[in-house]
């Protein structure tokens, strides 16, 4: 079964710093990557997702993600943050099993506080 | 645009009763997926469901079943609450099928806050 791991629980950072969120899964065969965030009382948003291709995705907001597929990461990246930033960031993983609607695994997530 | 819909949001219940949550795809979304979030806790998946048949299995406790009806919504009805059970509920949808439509996003809805006393 896969897994997925986030290396960081929280985390504070102030206004204009760079972000990087790491995320690394477990999974030998073909998957899909996504990141979701989650704001306060909200349910979650699709940040970004890789599928093939490119490895270094971009997404709303000024999210970005690089897959590296030998280290089996996917961490998420942003140059500057915003106060509006502050919210539950999960990295998911979609294990391609053959079937037609495969679940989503989770990372615990990473709680992001953006102070002004 | 339309999102995904479910109902109810919020929903109290006591110890051994039994709950329906109900979730509308987003419109020609044939794929739905269901997921448990504890306080504090990352999402679970529990089911999923394409073409109206069970696709994919997680954790799902054998006191829940849920369905897919002719029209793609969903029910998860869960029996002989717990304590344990009360947690948010999302429902996703998603197109479903073979690559590549199946590694399509999915889209979550508000999810269904569920209170077991």
């Known amino acids: 079964a896969q897994s997925v791991s986030q290396h960081n629980h929280h985390v504070i950072l102030s206004e204009a710093a760079s972000l990087e969120l790491g995320c690394n899964y477990s999974y030998g065969g073909t998957v899909n990557l996504f990141w979701y965030v989650q704001y306060p009382g909200q349910h979650l948003q699709l940040l970004l997702k890789y599928f093939s291709g490119d490895p270094l995705v971009k997404g709303i907001k000024g999210f970005e993600a690089e897959f590296i597929k030998s280290k089996f990461s996917f961490n998420l990246r942003k140059p500057s943050v915003q106060w509006s930033d502050t919210a539950e960031y999960f990295c998911a993983v979609r294990a391609y099993s053959g079937g037609g609607a495969d679940g989503l695994t989770f990372g615990k997530g990473t709680h992001l506080i953006i102070q002004p | 645009a339309a999102g995904v819909i479910q109902s109810p949001r919020h929903l109290i219940k006591e110890k051994r009763e039994t709950a329906t949550l109900k979730c509308y795809p987003i419109p020609r979304h044939d794929t739905v997926y269901w997921y448990q979030q504890g306080p504090g806790q990352d999402p679970q998946f529990l089911i999923s469901?394409?073409?109206?048949?069970?696709?994919d299995k997680g954790s799902i406790p054998d006191r829940f079943s849920a369905q897919q009806f002719s029209d793609y919504h969903s029910e998860l009805n869960m029996s002989s609450l717990e304590l344990g059970d009360s947690a948010l509920y999302f429902c996703?949808?998603?197109?479903?099928?073979?690559?590549?439509?199946?590694?399509?996003?999915?889209?979550f809805g508000p999810g269904t806050r569920l209170t077991v006393t």
């Open positions: 996703a949808s998603s197109l479903g099928g073979f690559p590549p439509t199946s590694w399509y996003e999915q889209y």
């Open positions: 469901f394409y073409e109206k048949m069970q696709s």
